[in-house]
């Protein structure tokens, strides 16, 4: 398995509605199929394709380190989304990723110890996990020739834009964010970065339609998950983490969901190496809501919407819209990450569920606090959405839908450095300082509080509060 033998002419675009199936080239820049509207994959004639006979033989490119694709945690896998060949890919050295086993935080979830594991996605060039989307959807902008780049987003997708848009500096970049819908630190990297910023005066979802009526007025790229591409470098998240179990396959994958692109990506990894009969099994996937960003918990435990082997309810779905908005239900989380309330990927994850026997939860503000501190705890910690995963394992387990002695793998999206102001919040108000500004939230304590001391400038003083 060399690099030199990869071949490319093997993908291809098709519309995921079984009755249009509309194919068309990669060097097309869509994101929609342009007959029906509905969403793309990116696909594979996988009978032309240079393959390893098993996941192991990837191995053998840890010893390239010195070539850029080889050290990438995405293009070390390119075999497994060879659309675009090695001389266009734009990469940084994303992906380098690491999974943990934590047992404490098995504890606190009450799994087995030796049970649980946390895949550090934070420790990605940007802090977050869109950096293996980000690398793929450049690359495919450079293969399509596109000259300038948008997005919309509640802050992550804007940072990593932004970092691929500078360390290529042929692509310059437009985010939409939503005003003060951003944590800081998402948007310090934006600004810093260099992109253009435009603070819309609406959220998230508001942004997302918006980008993609300029995306297709100004013909610029764009960079959502709404693009198949960036699917496809996510996929890889899925091949790091059999890669640290030695190649065997969790029995539960569990990651936050908001616009859905990870867990439709991740049902992707999983069907085609099912497929290509690279692994016996795919694991099964749960997805976390927040309970204040909840569309997809209630479209598959509410209004028992499923994916039906493509035969899914359209209209059901548009008129569970149509409620919302009559209701006038906006999204409201502090894991603002994921404070969105019309998932772009929805039907895609719907399928994902198929593919895995998934199931979804919701968790709130106050369990997903609680679960980030006790993943802080453990050491590298992550952001509140992240933390969306752990608390959702917790509530699996009470339910007992997820066993004690099965393996679980929590996805920890964000750096806990991306969103200061929660986790300064929680670790230093009282109950009564947080019920009052978090109130709203649902947010009235913090268990895992690790409070800080103040104390006078006076050795004794400072002596005894250490040794309190
Ligand atoms: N976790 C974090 C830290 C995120 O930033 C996001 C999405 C998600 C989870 C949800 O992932 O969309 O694949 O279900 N952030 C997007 C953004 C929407 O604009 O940064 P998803």
């Known amino acids: 398995m060399t690099a030199i033998d990869l071949r490319t002419d093997i993908a291809y675009q098709q519309c995921m509605r079984a009755t249009c199936g509309a194919r068309y080239g990669v060097e097309e820049s869509i994101f929609e199929c342009p007959k029906c509207g509905d969403l793309l994959d990116v696909r594979y004639d996988w009978s032309r394709a240079v393959l390893p006979k098993k996941l192991k033989d990837f191995e053998a490119k840890w010893a390239h ?12 896998f390119h075999e497994l989304l060879p659309f675009a060949p090695r001389d266009q890919v734009i990469t940084c050295g994303e992906g380098r990723t690491i999974l943990q086993q934590a047992d404490r935080v098995a504890k606190f979830v009450d799994v087995d110890a030796g049970c649980l594991f946390l895949q550090y996605e934070g420790l990605n060039p940007s ?15 450079h293969l399509v020739g596109a000259t300038r780049a948008a997005c919309a987003s509640t802050g992550n997708t804007s940072a990593s834009v932004a ?10 970049a437009v985010v939409l964010v939503g005003s003060g819908k951003i944590a800081y630190g998402k948007l310090a990297q934006a600004l810093d970065y260099g992109v253009r910023v435009l603070q819309v005066q609406g959220d998230f979802d508001v942004c997302m339609k918006r980008v993609k009526e300029v995306a297709r007025e100004l013909k610029i790229y764009l960079m959502n998950s709404v693009n198949p591409f960036r699917l496809e470098g996510q996929k890889t998240i899925m091949y790091r983490i059999l890669e640290a179990l030695r190649w065997e396959v969790p029995d539960w994958v569990v990651v936050p969901g908001g616009n859905l692109g990870n867990s439709s990506a991740f049902g992707k990894a999983f069907q085609e190496m099912v497929e290509l009969g690279l692994i016996p099994h795919p694991p099964r996937l749960a997805v976390i809501n927040a309970e204040g960003a909840d569309t997809l918990y209630r ?6 919407l499923t994916w039906d082997g493509g035969r899914v309810d359209e209209p059901r779905i548009a008129a569970f819209y149509k409620q919302m908005e009559a209701e006038k239900r906006h999204a409201k989380t502090l894991a603002s990450a994921i404070e969105i309330n019309r998932p772009v990927n929805l039907k895609k994850c719907l399928r994902a569920l198929e593919w895995t026997r998934g199931v979804v939860e919701k ?18 910690g992550c952001e509140p959405a992240s933390a969306a995963s ?9 339910s007992g839908l997820i066993g004690h002695k099965e393996r679980v793998v929590c996805v920890l999206t964000g750096h806990a450095l991306k969103d200061p ?31 800080p001391v103040v104390v006078a400038d006076d050795l004794a003083k400072i002596v005894a509060a250490i040794q309190a």
């Open 127 to 141: 802090g977050s996990f869109k950096d293996n989307g980000m690398t793929a959807a450049f690359t495919h902008a």
């Open 163 to 172: 970092l691929y848009s500078a360390v290529d500096g042929r692509v310059p």
């Open 390 to 398: 752990v608390a959702g394992v917790r509530k699996l387990r009470r």
């Open 421 to 451: 102001h929660a986790t300064v919040a929680y670790h230093t108000k009282t109950d009564a300082e947080l019920a009052a500004e978090y109130g709203g939230y649902g947010v009235r304590s913090a268990a895992f509080g690790n409070r």
């Open 65 to 76: 380190q010195d070539d850029p694709l080889a050290f990438s945690g995405v293009w070390r």
């Open 363 to 380: 968790v709130s503000d106050q369990e997903i606090l609680d679960a980030k501190a006790q993943v802080g705890a453990g050491g590298f």
């Open 299 to 304: 479209i598959v435990n509410t209004e028992r």
